[in-house]
């Protein structure tokens, strides 16, 4: 077995050649086009203030050169001028949340005018510049209109309706907003009133225009002049009710009037100024300079396909023992029983998937997930006749915990909902919601008394965002109503996966890890709170004592908790502890010695074109020589494909673990020709489990890299996510990563840019690559992969794309100009929807037994529709812009987002939708082949067919390059010879 000390040093000598390897180049650009800008006119009518790229810019009136007046890591958007025209308002972003702030028309620091834990945005400064309104999430879950005093900084509340894109009328005696008039509680839609309100200084609100017969405005035009409504929507810019643009992209921010029949806006990239009476538009050039500071350097990765013995870091989903002598818990894809001072045992010993144990109070028996009988079930097994009892038939099962009396296993339906099974018949009678709501939560735990289970939920801010915090939520089970509870106010109390909150057998204490912190905090026996969480585990910080997974022992006197290095044990009420060493290890087999694939043709990935029937001669899992046939190469394994078409293993850079999946998760990839499987967002020890699992054999699967939890902001949307709060644990997240050794890092985007530059330093000085789903600033300081064309945004709208799904020459320029890699997920937003409604061979493909039954269902039904053209209509602009980013040499690599997309297909129509945007098919296959493994940092050993690359090959029945479909067509599967 490896020791740490051992693997540390390999670790910091990585580190240490990945400094001195560590450079920085420059790339200077020139924008003349801006996608989904906002812009403003100065009163004086000399400047325009843009927010191109979340930072804002001058140019004089008429056009010309930008001048950027913001900080770089400070976003700013939405500018409004100050009445002197001396200076600008904008919503900005530093500190995880958005404030309003003021800053000089020449530049300089800004002022915060708003500031906490709210969003504030889209200001407009009042005319007589004593005030500025703007949108928050201030009030009860709802975003509505406030304002503050400039002077003062002091804020109130406007109007109580929802809305937002607030704007002053002429004489300041009313606020125009958007609404959508949602009317949650009545008895009928059609009582709903959207469109554009306003309200006066008296709080008096009144309907200005109902959305029915115009589209559903995304922001009034605003301005000094007193003129006809005006709004901006998706279907253009309407003037008194009266569309006045045909086919322009027109951004969803406000328009401006300059004067009664002059209106100033946004669209096709540009600024325009357009003329109501005569219909004359002019556009407004400009140019801006940006500077990118890109990083070169050799990617570091683990060793693969390695037969030395290797730590196992993979364990998941701890459960002490009622009594504290034991602990429970999944490695290597099996369950596993640790007694304490001992060594570890396996309980299942098989390549089925267990998942979450958890004891009965009686310490007789361990309920489990897995998926040994096809479905994700609960199973029970009994320590006493060592036998297995499967529990549940319905699938979608994780997250049991008993009752307090063992009669009783609650656990999680499909992530979204909890449902009951009672094992032994007693007084108790539940009434309990099985069917879940839209987001995910977290795994169940009972009060003391039976009368209700918690379990962590997400309490978005607002109705209009997504954003939120991890809170308790507890279901009664008298009657099933549902309770809230605040156990760590501002911040996020557990993360929906493994890390709480947990209530104590005795009831008067709730568990959790926050920020890296474990954290205790006393409740009553409703679960609501009685004091402030304590800080349980004030040693544990960062790298290898980072707290995860509490587990109380059955007294309540002790919490048990995992680490990268192992169990700790510590007294519930605070203290160093005491460590539970843990010797695991695993290996991996060695590959065969020699095999020669005789193969009809060879794509090997390098040329554009197949070779002739040809022989790979693999020794020992490497490709030592690929030549034409020779009978005399046919010595030992000899795989005979000489009727198939052999290309390199594809690769698939952007998917999600789905543990619904148990087993066939590693088996589906496989079934369509996909060998190494990129998780950007994943629990880390759930992605080292399986990493683990398939590379010491224990289950089939490709590759598989994966990034961890994403490091984020304070407000979160997935399960799992990384809370960002301070620098200071931000350092002691990054340990942590590196303790794990993930493969690279993703970020999230509700990171501020500040820390996600710190993170593109620490992780570039230790040669691992970092991805996001933002592009600017992140592609300036140095991120190496953007997620997705649209991709969910911070903004509440898309700032890579416009109205129409269109996206102008600084996104194109900054993608293909940068080197940075994009992975467009054409797929999600409507590209297997378009390819595979109508296709009928969905209906005879014998891998959809792979799939759950919800997702065969999903396709069979498509494959038996016929072909829609407004499917393909609505997939087009994503397909032009792919084209306009390869086409300015921009570097592509593929990946779906799977599961929103079923696993494996969806890989070979992203692939499909590329050769529609115009990349030939030995194009497409190379962001699954060659462009992938480079992105990895594997260039030299896969992506191609060569000698001394690994033998992960795919066998076709049909020429890919003929056409891309037949790369459908998977006949078999080589992983690593």
């Known amino acids: 077995m490896i020791g740490r000390p051992v693997l540390c040093v390999a670790l910091a000598c990585a580190a240490l050649h990945a400094q001195d390897a560590y450079t920085t180049r420059t790339i200077n650009l020139t924008l003349t086009e801006g996608t989904s800008m906002a812009a403003a006119a100065s009163p004086d009518g000399r400047w325009i203030a843009i927010d191109l790229l979340g930072s804002l810019w001058v140019l004089p009136f008429r056009g010309g050169e930008a001048k950027r007046i913001t900080p770089d890591l400070v976003e700013a958007r939405q500018p409004t001028w100050s009445p002197d025209s001396e200076a600008i308002a904008f919503q900005g972003y530093d500190d995880g949340t958005w404030h309003i702030y003021l800053i000089s028309r020449e530049g300089g620091e800004p002022k915060r005018v708003t500031s906490g834990m709210f969003d504030d945005r889209e200001p407009d400064w009042s005319h007589d510049g004593q005030r500025i309104v703007f949108s928050s999430d201030r009030a009860g879950g709802v975003s509505t209109i406030w304002q503050a005093i400039v002077a003062t900084g002091e804020v109130g509340q406007v109007s109580t309706r ?53 589209p559903m405005p995304s922001a009034p035009a605003c301005g000094r002049s007193s003129a006809q409504v005006a709004f901006a929507s998706p279907d253009g810019l309407y003037v008194a009710g009266q569309p006045v643009t045909k086919t322009e992209d027109v951004f969803p921010f406000r328009p401006q009037w300059l004067r009664r029949n002059e209106i100033l806006y946004t669209a096709d990239g540009r600024i325009k100024r357009r003329s109501i009476d005569t219909e004359t538009v002019v556009d407004i050039p400009f140019r801006a300079s940006v500077k990118l500071q890109r990083s070169t350097y050799t990617i570091a990765h683990r060793p693969l396909d390695t037969t030395e013995p290797q730590r196992v870091t993979g364990i998941v989903s701890p459960a002490v023992a009622p009594n504290g002598r034991s602990i429970a818990f999944v490695a290597m894809g099996d369950l596993w029983i640790l007694p304490l001072g001992g060594v570890p045992v396996r309980v299942t ?115 209009r965002f997504r954003e939120g915090l991890n809170q308790l939520l507890l279901e009664h089970l008298d009657n099933g109503a549902m309770f809230s509870s605040l156990l760590f106010p501002d911040h996020s109390a557990g993360d929906r996966q493994h890390n709480g909150p947990v209530w104590s057998p005795d009831g008067f204490h709730m568990a959790f890890v926050s920020e890296g912190r474990l954290l205790s905090v006393p409740v009553d026996a409703n679960g609501a709170v009685t ?37 700790k044990r510590i007294p519930a009420d605070g203290g160093t502890g005491d460590r539970i060493p843990i010797q695991m290890s695993w290996k991996g087999s060695p590959p065969p010695s020699r095999v020669v694939v005789h193969a009809g043709h060879v794509l090997d990935g390098v040329f554009e074109g197949l070779r002739d029937e040809s022989d790979i001669l693999i020794e020992n899992g490497i490709i030592t020589e690929l030549s034409a046939h020779r009978d005399e190469l046919h010595a030992g394994a000899v795989v005979d494909a000489s009727s198939e078409t052999v290309m390199p293993g594809l690769v698939e850079m952007h998917a999600h673990l789905s543990r619904e999946y148990g087993g066939s998760f590693g088996r589906v990839w496989l079934a369509y020709g996909i060998t190494s499987l990129r998780i950007p967002a994943i629990n880390a020890y759930d992605g080292l489990e399986l990493r683990e699992s398939i590379e010491a054999g224990r289950r089939p699967g490709p590759r598989v890299f994966i990034a961890g939890e994403p490091f984020d902001g304070a407000r979160i949307y997935y399960p799992g996510g990384v809370s960002i709060t301070s620098d200071e644990q931000l350092e002691h997240a990054l340990e942590r990563a590196t303790a794990l050794g993930l493969d690279f890092f993703t970020t999230g985007v509700r990171l501020p840019d500040r820390v996600r530059k710190r993170i593109v330093e620490y992780a570039h000085a230790r040669a691992l690559p970092v991805a996001s789903h933002e592009l600017f600033p992140a592609v300036a300081f140095g991120i190496d992969g953007v997620a997705q064309l649209v991709g969910v945004s911070r903004r509440g709208y898309a700032p890579r794309l416009g109205t129409e799904k269109l996206a102008y020459k600084d996104v194109v320029d900054l993608i293909a100009k940068s080197g940075v890699t994009l992975t467009p997920t054409i797929g999600i937003h409507g590209g297997f929807l378009a390819r595979e409604t109508g296709d009928r061979d969905l209906l005879t493909d014998k891998r959809l037994a792979l799939f759950p039954r919800s997702v065969v269902l999903m396709l069979a039904d498509l494959g038996s529709k016929r072909p829609d053209a407004r499917l393909d209509a609505a997939v087009k602009p994503y397909e032009t812009i792919l084209k306009s980013i390869v086409t300015a040499g921009g570097t592509i690599i593929a990946g779906t987002d799977a599961p929103i997309v079923p696993y494996g297909l969806s890989l070979h129509v992203e692939l499909e939708e590329y050769v529609r945007a115009g990349m030939t098919p030995f194009q497409a296959l190379q962001t699954a082949t060659v462009n992938a493994a480079r992105a990895l940092g594997l260039g030299d050993e896969l992506g191609t067919i060569e000698p001394g690359k690994r033998a992960d090959l795919t066998f076709l029945g049909s020429d890919p390059l003929q056409d891309i479909r037949n790369t459908r067509d998977v006949r078999r599967v080589m992983k690593g010879g």
């Open 162 to 214: 929802e809305g937002w894109m607030p704007c002053w009328s002429p004489n300041d005696q009313d606020v125009l907003f958007v609404s959508p008039d949602r009317r949650a509680f009545t008895a009928s839609a059609d009582a709903s009133m959207p469109g554009l309100y306003a309200v006066d200084t008296q709080r008096r609100e009144r309907l200005v225009l109902l959305a029915k017969d115009v």
């Open 531 to 567: 004091g402030p969480p304590d800080d349980i585990a004030p040693d544990a910080r960062g790298g290898e004592d980072t707290p995860e997974s509490p587990s109380w022992e059955g007294d309540s006197r002790h919490i048990v908790y995992l680490t990268p290095s192992g169990f």
């Open 349 to 463: 010993d098989d390549s089925f998937v267990e998942l979450d144990p958890a004891w009965a109070p009686d310490g007789s028996k361990i309920a489990f997930a897995s998926d040994r009988e096809g479905r994700m079930d609960l199973w029970v097994h009994d320590f006493k006749t060592n036998e297995d009892a499967q529990i549940t038939r319905d699938g979608g099962v994780s997250g049991p915990a008993w009752s307090p009396d063992g009669a009783h296993i609650a656990y999680l339906v499909d992530g979204r909902g909890v449902a009951i099974v009672t094992v032994r018949r007693d007084e108790h009678q539940f009434q309990v919601t099985k069917g879940g709501g839209s987001n995910e939560i977290g795994r169940p735990s009972w009060a003391p008394d039976h009368r209700a289970v918690a379990f962590g939920a997400l309490f978005p801010y607002s109705n």
